[in-house]
C-alpha cells in the first residue's frame, strides 16, 4: 500500500517549496513522469519499424480509455481523450446545433473554461444567462428559471473558488425536466475524491489529469453519455473520429471517440494510465480522510471573519480572505516556501489546496505564515 508520505517523497518538487496550488496544477510523482518519458521513448524510436508509430499510439489510446472509463464509472466507448477541460468543454459546444435565441446556463462561479465559450454565442444571437451563487451555493429558485427554455446548461461540480460542491444530480434533472442538456466541469473533482458520472446522469462531463490526479499537462478526457453522443456532430472532425473516410463523406465513429480529432503525443496518455494506477495504490478513501484532515486543520486555524470556504470543509480547496492577495502569495513564497495562490473571484481572497502529499506541517507552516504576514502588515 502507497502511503501519503510515500506519495510526497515520490514528488520532488518538495525538495524546494511547500506546495499547496493542486486546485490549479498538481506536481507529478516519478511513476507517472517515467511512465511518459519511457512512452516517448518508444513511440518516437523504438515503434518506428514495428509496430509503426501510428498503431503504437493508437494501442495506448485505447488503453488510457479503457482506464479512464474504469476509473470514473464509465464504457470506454463514452470516453474521448482530450488535452484539457477547456478543451472538452469546446468540443460539446462546437458540436451543438446552435440557433438564434437558444439560451446557455451557466453560474456566476465558474472557471473562464466555462465562461468564454458561451461570450462567443452572443456573436451568433444566443443568449448566456447567469444563475447567482451564494458562498458557493447556488441560487435554486433562479435556477429553475434560468433553464426554462434554454439548450444547455454548464456548471462545475467542484467550485473552484469556494470548494464547495453543488448538487449536480439535482441540477442535471431540473435541467432535463426543462428539456435542457447538461455539461459538467468536473476537473477539481478526480484524483481528489472517487467518481462514478453515471450517478449524475449529465450529457457530458469534461475534466483533466494535471490537477488532483498528478498527471500531466495535455492529457484531457471528456464523458459523453452513451444515450446522447449519437445527436452531437463535432465542429472538428478527424482522422481519430470517423470509422471511414470517402471522397465525398465520412461516418463518424459511435460514442465519445467521434470528438477526437488527430495526431497527439501518446506520452501524456501514457502518464494518465500511469496516475491512475498510482491513485489507485494510495486508494481513494485515504486520499479522501488525508484531504479531509488537512483541510479541517486549515479552517480551525483561520481567524473568525478570514474564512471564505465552509467552516465544515466540504473539499481540498481552502480559501481565504487577506488584505492584498498578490503581495500575501508573493510573501508566503519567498518567506515561508509556501506556494498557493490568489483568486480573481471573490475578491481579496486567496486559495489552498491540500492533497495527498501535503503534511500537517505544510499546513501549520502556512497558518504560521499567514499569522506573521497580518502581524507585520500586508
Known sequence: MTTPADVRDAVPAFDDVRYMNTGASGPSP?????????????????AAGDPGPYPYAFDRYEQTRADVASFVGADETEIALTQSTTDGINRIASAINWEPGDAVVRTDLEHPAGVLPWQRLKRYGGEVRVVPTSEGRIDREAYREAIEDAKLVCLSALTWNFGTHLPVAELVADAHDAGARVLVDAVQVPGQTALDVSEWNADAVAM?????MMGLWGAGFLYVNGD??????????GYRGVEEAGPDDYELKAGAPRFEVGTTSPAPYAALSAAIDFLEEI??????SHIDDLANRLVEGVPTGRLISPRDPESGLVTVSVDDPEATV???????????????DPEGAIRASLHVYNTVEDVDRLLDGLKEIEETGW
Open 30 to 46: 516519478r511513476p507517472v513522469v517515467e511512465a511518459a518519458q519511457q512512452t516517448l521513448e518508444a513511440h518516437e524510436w523504438d
Open 208 to 212: 483533466a489529469s494535471h490537477k488532483w
Open 228 to 237: 446522447v453522443a449519437g445527436d452531437l456532430h463535432p465542429g472538428q472532425v
Open 283 to 288: 486508494g481513494m478513501g485515504t486520499i479522501e
Open 330 to 344: 508573493e510573501r508566503l513564497t519567498e518567506e515561508y516556501d509556501v506556494v498557493i495562490r490568489s483568486l480573481p
